[in-house]
């Protein structure tokens, strides 16, 4: 059986050379209608590797990955942040959770003499119990230094040393308030002042800075004693 021509022969070497540079060395036909067997091994391979590799994902520079990481990590503590923030704000709304009166503009704090400062931060912590109540609400000045001291003369009386003044926050005043101003006053000045440890505004459940505590003494202050300081630590 004679084998067919092929489709394409060399009839020199010079021929068969420049075929080469030109890369286009003819193939072989196919024999009795089949295709070539390299082009069949080359379809197999191809369809091997397609099924090995099926379902494979490529997989991702590790510092590409540590980048989500570090990126969906920091989402998640702003989210967090932003919730309790939030939170925070509620309670401070709602219930007034979160509140600090000695950080407004509004508190007043002082102590008589050679006290220590620390002494009026305590009464405003409620470290002192409140034992009696004045409200000066409603009333001019006059009126209210009138009750003021009727009601400071009975106090140290009956050794109430924990007493509470509600005095407003004078925002309906047209300028500063004024019975809040009045009440600092008799109290850092006058007969009084020889019988005050300590005045805080008060907290948010006693009336926050419209309202203001006292600590009395049991006794008052002497000139001799207010001449010669004691030690701060046998008051605190």
Same mark, same amino acid.
């Given at each position: 059986m004679r084998r067919p021509k092929p489709l394409q022969t060399l009839k020199s070497f010079e021929e068969l050379v420049l075929a080469l540079d030109l890369k286009s060395l003819p193939s072989s036909p196919p024999i009795n209608g089949e295709r070539p067997v390299e082009k069949i091994s080359s379809e197999l391979d191809e369809e091997l590797f397609r099924r090995e590799m099926e379902g494979v994902k490529p997989i991702l520079n590790r510092t590409s990955l540590l980048k989500r990481k570090k990126i969906k990590a920091l989402e998640d503590v702003t989210r967090k942040d932003d919730l309790e923030a939030l939170k925070r704000l509620e309670d401070l709304i709602h219930q007034g959770k979160g509140f600090d009166v000695a950080s407004t503009p509004e508190y007043i704090e002082g102590t008589g003499y050679h006290i220590h400062p620390e002494m009026a931060r305590r009464l405003h912590r409620g470290d002192f119990s409140i034992q009696a109540h004045l409200d000066l609400h409603g009333l001019t000045s006059e009126e209210a230094?009138?009750?003021?001291?009727?009601?400071?003369? %009975?106090?140290?009386?009956? @050794?109430?040393? @924990?007493?509470?003044?509600?005095? @407003?926050r004078g925002l309906s005043s047209p300028g500063e308030p004024v019975l809040k101003k009045k009440v600092e006053e008799w109290l850092t000045r006058g007969i009084w002042r020889k019988w005050v440890v300590a005045y805080s505004s008060a907290r948010k459940?006693?009336?926050?800075? @419209?309202?203001?505590?006292?600590?009395?003494?049991?006794?008052?202050?002497? !000139?001799? %004693?207010?001449?010669?300081?004691?030690?701060? !630590?046998?008051?605190?």
């Amino acid at each position: 059986m004679r084998r067919p021509k092929p489709l394409q022969t060399l009839k020199s070497f010079e021929e068969l050379v420049l075929a080469l540079d030109l890369k286009s060395l003819p193939s072989s036909p196919p024999i009795n209608g089949e295709r070539p067997v390299e082009k069949i091994s080359s379809e197999l391979d191809e369809e091997l590797f397609r099924r090995e590799m099926e379902g494979v994902k490529p997989i991702l520079n590790r510092t590409s990955l540590l980048k989500r990481k570090k990126i969906k990590a920091l989402e998640d503590v702003t989210r967090k942040d932003d919730l309790e923030a939030l939170k925070r704000l509620e309670d401070l709304i709602h219930q007034g959770k979160g509140f600090d009166v000695a950080s407004t503009p509004e508190y007043i704090e002082g102590t008589g003499y050679h006290i220590h400062p620390e002494m009026a931060r305590r009464l405003h912590r409620g470290d002192f119990s409140i034992q009696a109540h004045l409200d000066l609400h409603g009333l001019t000045s006059e009126e209210a230094k009138e009750v003021f001291d009727q009601f400071m003369k %009975w106090a140290v009386i009956y @050794g109430k040393t @924990g007493v509470l003044v509600t005095h @407003g926050r004078g925002l309906s005043s047209p300028g500063e308030p004024v019975l809040k101003k009045k009440v600092e006053e008799w109290l850092t000045r006058g007969i009084w002042r020889k019988w005050v440890v300590a005045y805080s505004s008060a907290r948010k459940c006693d009336g926050g800075t @419209g309202a203001t505590y006292v600590l009395l003494r049991v006794r008052p202050v002497s !000139k001799r %004693w207010k001449k010669k300081p004691r030690e701060i !630590k046998k008051i605190l």
